[in-house]
């Protein structure tokens, strides 16, 4: 039996799906409404998974407080309300699908020191989901 | 492979203490959690089964043995109790959403005749829930 710990939030921002070195034809026909010259924003809520052992002196994989504080601190600090193309460093060459954001959201989140943070799944509208997990095996 | 899930519903309190810790690390560490009166959730529970179909049934399991399995394992030992002193297998523990969640696959996974428990997935909030799965799963 494994065990993972998993907590929700929630952030809106903006974005757009556009890549420079396309002409703008080239943008709508790959990115579709998306590629809209001024942008678009979402409510993302992202699901984080930790695993570990259970702390026998709290019953806990990990301490929420101390998982809430780590997650505002890398990631809703700086992606709540703002424009994910140009005011978060990563995506200045990169561009902000749901899936990249995915893999962000991880790297950033990559170093809780209480646990191991095995998937980052993002829900980017009702019907949309990503999901960036580890390998099992690793 | 298939796997079936069915959902249920449980209301129960319960607080974070333990008494090997100074009242102080207590309120640090647990924070409103701590509070002795107790406070409750309504918890939401998947049990997930995995198996083959049976031919002749085209059923992984009989779902109305699951229910009945989950109404006489689950509501009638958790629903509207208190966690920290009414279910055997949470004593000596605090019983937080891993605690519970460990706890009920102890419970239900020896009571699965058909299929095999694959995951259970308990929600203390819409916000927060734990995994429980096979290894290997």
């Known amino acids: ?138 | 492979m298939m796997r079936i899930t069915r959902k249920l519903e449980f209301s129960a309190a319960h607080f974070y203490h333990n008494s090997d810790l100074s009242p102080e690390d207590n309120r640090r560490i647990f924070g409103k959690c701590n509070n002795a009166h107790g406070h409750g959730h309504n918890y939401v529970l998947e049990v997930t089964i995995a198996g083959e179909p049976d031919p002749k049934t085209g059923m992984i399991l009989d779902l109305k043995e699951l229910k009945e399995i989950l109404d006489r394992e689950v509501m009638q030992r958790l629903d509207h109790r208190h966690l920290n002193y009414e279910v055997p297998e949470l004593a000596g523990k605090i019983p937080t959403c891993e605690e519970i969640a460990s706890a009920l696959w102890q419970i239900l996974e020896p009571k699965i005749s058909h299929g095999r428990l694959d995951r259970i997935r308990l929600f203390e909030s819409p916000d927060l829930f734990v995994d429980c799965a096979r290894n290997g799963a």
């Open chain 1, 1 to 138: 039996m494994k065990l993972s710990l998993n907590r929700r939030y929630s952030f809106p921002a903006s974005h757009r799906l556009f890549r420079p070195e396309w002409t703008q034809e080239q943008n709508t026909q790959t990115f579709g409404k998306c590629a809209n010259a001024h942008g678009h924003g979402h409510n993302y809520t992202i699901e984080v998974a930790v695993r570990g052992p259970v702390n026998p002196e709290t019953g806990m994989i990990a301490n929420l407080t101390e998982l809430d504080q780590f997650v505002q601190e890398k990631v809703l600090r700086d992606f709540d309300h703002v424009y994910l193309n140009e005011q978060i460093p990563e995506f200045r060459d990169c561009v902000p699908t749901t899936e990249n954001l995915c893999r962000v959201i991880f790297r950033r989140l990559s170093g809780f020191p209480h646990a191991r943070v095995v998937s980052v799944r993002i829900e980017e509208t009702a019907k949309n989901s990503f999901e960036y997990r580890v390998d099992e095996h690793e």
